[in-house]
């Protein structure tokens, strides 16, 4: 009996090893948030085994993942980390890391718990400012972890972050070998460094529409329109036919503009806009046929202003962003200061959401403006990008241009906006052919006239009304102009120990973009209604006059 009782206890324990440590694991992971299952979550899912572990998700599994989507793989002979993404059905692209696992370092406590029936210890660490607590096994001889952090501790169950994201093991399957269609390719691939690679998968994510690239916006005979950039008021103007393409709801849409002084030395007004064509005349009209074929605004202050308000008949330009240029940025970078480096270039990028129905599927005509008179003039950039975001309701369902008094056709014969020197200010009556709901306006407002007693450097009240009710009142000033100190080498200097570039403005300083403000007016009915918007507008003084470049779209549902 003794001899026999032996062989069956050798095969029990051979048997509960095996058990114990299976060839190949297959985990599961699920996501929660401060306790709760994160909704319509994609699980984390690794295969592993002594030589490899394989980082991927359920919805790569099944072939439901959207592009770009990525995994990754533990090589333990050599302990490299290798990503791969797929960009595209047609791109991958891969790389090797060698560093990251061996970086990393724990404090190792004494807490343990269970987790899945697996005896489970607590490591620690700090990333970026982020507490990471790591549960871990080492009842069985593979490692693998939910990231790339805790690879090499054994078996990673939880990972605990700031104790309000966690990630935790629900699954864990017991599998003969990691499956073929899941494994590292056997064949030969590519690889590039570790910044292009996170560079072409971060550009992947979203859809970015080049609209200018290293463009000339100056003043001068010699600038001519060609096949695809139009040129208008002797080249301060460019203007670009784009085809968008089809947004899904909710997405973000963001429009980015880089400048650089090509000689111009001074801050100047610029502004992207889109050109609406749903009306009878529309402002390319002005633009290849003169300003005076634009509708034209009287007020009663003896002055014509052309092509900057609504009429039956036409739309104003829909402005997408309002920047102003630094002094002199790149181009007059020579002008040494002790201890100081400047700018290189100056970046504007504004979201644009809420203006989706103006661009969605279409083929609009996009344009850049900058005033100036200098020959060399400024050289710009112009992207648009949009980003999915599924699930999301609409930032708007209209976009609807009311007034926009920047006069991009300043060298072609568009006035400034000098209409406020009137109690009749800028008036505006529009017709809704439906209802809209939760209607806001947005309005982007910058006073000028640059001078001691000009509008651009003193605080005047904006009062925006709606059918003769006030809607919103507010003093547009911006305090911060000292921030971009850097992007101005040609801005004067005072006395006082002060650059022009540093003193306060009105809503704007050299080297920024202007925030539109969104004034809510509530549910509007079909039919007609009348806005009003009055500043009070500083005296002229010899030569020198104040004006306010104001423009208003109106959105909703």
């Given at each position: ?23 190949t ?43 770009p989507?990525e995994a990754?793989?533990i090589?333990r ?5 290798i990503?791969?993404?797929?960009l595209?059905?047609?791109?991958e ?16 406590l ?6 899945l ?37 054994g ?9 309000n ?15 073929e ?10 690889t ?11 550009k ?13 916006i ?20 460019i ?8 947004i ?49 605004y009287e ?8 092509g900057?308000v609504?009429?039956?008949?036409f ?14 940025i790149?181009?007059?970078?020579y ?22 129905t ?11 403006f ?16 949009i ?20 006069n ?35 309005y ?17 009240k ?22 971009y100190?850097?992007?101005?080498p040609?801005?004067?200097n005072?006395?006082?120990g ?60």
């Amino acid at each position: 009996m003794k001899y026999f009782i032996v062989p069956i206890l050798l095969i029990f324990s051979l048997a509960t090893n095996a058990q114990k440590d299976p060839k190949t694991l297959k985990i599961t992971y699920s996501k929660s948030y401060n306790g709760k299952p994160i909704e319509q979550q994609n699980p984390i899912i690794i295969f592993a085994d002594a030589n490899q572990t394989v980082l991927t998700s359920e919805e790569i599994i099944n072939k439901k993942a959207i592009f770009p989507y990525e995994a990754s793989f533990i090589e333990r002979r050599t302990n490299h980390y290798i990503q791969t993404a797929k960009l595209s059905p047609s791109k991958e692209i891969f790389t090797i890391d060698s560093l990251s696992l061996a970086k990393q370092t724990f404090e190792f406590l004494n807490d343990t718990k269970k987790i899945l029936g697996y005896n489970c210890k607590k490591a620690k660490t700090i990333v970026n400012s982020n507490t990471i607590e790591i549960w871990y096994t080492n009842d069985v001889a593979i490692k693998g972890a939910p990231s790339i952090l805790g690879q090499n501790l054994g078996l990673v169950l939880e990972v605990n972050r700031n104790n309000n994201f966690i990630i935790t093991a629900i699954k864990i399957e017991k599998l003969k070998a990691i499956p073929e269609n899941v494994e590292l390719p056997k064949s030969d691939f590519k690889t590039m460094d570790l910044l292009s690679y996170r560079d072409q998968l971060w550009k992947a994510r979203f859809t970015t529409i080049k609209i200018f690239e290293n463009e000339i916006i100056n003043f001068s005979d010699a600038s001519k329109s060609n096949d695809s950039i139009l040129r208008f008021g002797n080249g301060t103007i460019i203007l670009k036919k784009v085809k968008i393409p089809k947004i899904t709801s909710g997405s973000q849409i963001y429009v980015d503009l880089t400048e650089q002084s090509n000689g111009d030395a001074y801050d100047r007004t610029g502004s992207v806009f889109l050109i609406p064509m749903d009306s009878k005349i529309s402002f390319l009209d002005g633009l290849q046929k003169g300003a005076k074929t634009l509708p034209s605004y009287e007020n009663g202050n003896g002055k014509s202003y052309l092509g900057m308000v609504r009429t039956e008949e036409f739309s104003p330009l829909i402005e997408l962003m309002r920047f102003f240029t630094p002094f002199g940025i790149k181009q007059y970078n020579y002008l040494q200061l002790k201890d100081k480096t400047w700018e290189e270039s100056a970046f504007y990028r504004q979201e644009i959401s809420e203006l989706v129905t103006a661009l969605d599927n279409q083929e609009v005509y996009i344009g850049t403006f900058i005033g100036n008179y200098d020959k060399g003039g400024h050289k710009i950039s112009l992207n648009l990008t949009i980003h999915a975001e599924e699930n999301k309701t609409p930032k708007s369902t209209i976009a609807f241009p009311i007034f926009n008094s920047t006069n991009v056709m300043e060298m072609a014969g568009q006035d400034y906006a000098t209409m406020f020197n009137n109690e009749s200010g800028l008036e505006v009556s529009f017709t809704l052919d439906r209802d809209i709901k939760n209607a806001r306006l947005r309005y982007i407002t910058t006073g000028h006239g640059g001078w001691e007693n000009g509008d651009e450097y003193l605080q005047k009240k904006n009062t925006i009304t709606l059918n003769g009710k006030e809607a919103y009142s507010f003093v547009p000033w911006r305090t911060d102009c000292g921030s971009y100190r850097m992007y101005n080498p040609a801005s004067g200097n005072f006395t006082n120990g002060l650059s022009s570039s540093d003193y306060s403005r009105s809503n704007w300083c050299p080297g920024m973009a202007t925030n539109p403000i969104y004034i809510d007016l509530g549910d509007l009915k079909a039919g007609k209604h009348t806005m009003f918007v009055k500043i009070p507008l500083g005296e002229v003084e010899g030569g020198s006059f104040s004006f306010w470049n104001v423009s208003g779209v109106l959105i909703g549902e």
